[in-house]
């Protein structure tokens, strides 16, 4: 499968080194492919070229100065221990009776959410309420910083490099890192400086956790300020966006609704069993990666013909 390519990018907070994340993702789909799918077909998924937009170094640099210090080991060591819990689950327990009973388990943050959201943006408080809980999203969005630049160079370089080849890409993104995707795919689309990409198109965009449906997300995005038939990326095939139950993130689980002009996004809902430092979070990528619904989204474009 010489033609395809998978691209990893991972969300916002702290992150272990490259090395180790990849192999905590790559490990959640792998077990999620052989246990729906059988060794088969997890060979032919071992077989494709993957790679992981990495820019936990810049990140943890920016939120080292910030808050609290990074306790790198004892996140390494939980999320091995997250994802063996997540091990334990069959295809079909991924549910919302084995949701409920997870130790720490609330709706409330996304309820809230779900409350506010619309209104902090209408009375301007979206961004101060991001900024206090998610400084790095906040930097990714202020337009004097470079942060945005360097957290997007990794991506940007892989997709240019693919995308020029003719790959066959599956890009799997998750929280901030869905913006990331969605800022690059606009500008592909219409910056002049990307003439030759214009009729490139990327085959299958899936976004996890995302808050692309966010009044306050949404204002910050690259085509927000242009005519209406150039506002969204016209370089997406097909689009997934799969949101867990209580993902405050992810709060409004409806892509589609947002992004009227695209008819290529399918709303995915599910159960995100992780546990984190012994407590629900539904948040969590390896809950995602591990989940059926994702696993069967990959191993229908393994199977796809070119």
Do not use: C
């Amino acid at each position: 499968m010489l033609n395809r390519e998978i691209i990893y990018i991972h969300g916002r907070d702290y992150k272990p080194d490259k090395q180790k994340l990849l192999n905590n993702w790559q490990d959640a789909l792998r077990y999620g492919i052989k246990r729906d799918f059988g060794e088969d077909t997890l060979e032919l998924f071992d077989s494709v070229y993957q790679d992981m937009s990495y820019y936990g170094d810049t990140s943890n640099q920016f939120l080292s100065k910030h808050k609290e210090p990074y306790q790198k080991y004892h996140d390494i060591d939980d999320r091995k221990q997250s994802l063996f819990h997540l091990k334990k689950y069959k295809s079909e327990e991924f549910n919302k009776e084995n949701y409920n009973k997870l130790r720490g388990k609330s709706f409330i943050p996304k309820f809230l959410a779900d409350l506010i959201s619309p209104f902090l943006y209408f009375i301007g408080l979206g961004k101060f309420i991001v900024s206090k809980s998610a400084i790095d999203m906040k930097e990714y969005w202020r337009e004097d910083s470079d942060f945005s630049i360097k957290v997007s160079q990794p991506l940007k370089d892989m997709l240019l490099a693919s995308l020029k080849d003719d790959k066959n890409i599956l890009l799997i993104s998750h929280s901030l890192g869905t913006m990331i995707a969605y800022d690059l795919l606009w500008e592909f689309s219409y910056l002049n400086e990307h003439t030759k990409l214009k009729e490139k198109k990327l085959n299958t965009f899936i976004t996890l956790g995302s808050p692309l449906g966010d009044e306050t997300a949404k204002k910050t995005l690259r085509g927000r300020d242009v005519s209406e038939e150039s506002s969204y990326p016209n370089n997406i095939s097909k689009w997934y966006n799969i949101a867990a139950e209580d993902d405050y993130i992810a709060h409004d689980q409806t892509i589609s609704d947002e992004f009227k002009s695209l008819n290529n996004i399918k709303d995915i809902r599910n159960y995100n069993l992780s546990l984190r430092y012994g407590k629900s979070n539904p948040h969590h990528a390896t809950g995602y990666l591990i989940s059926p619904e994702l696993v069967k989204i990959v191993v229908d474009w393994l199977k796809e013909s070119d």
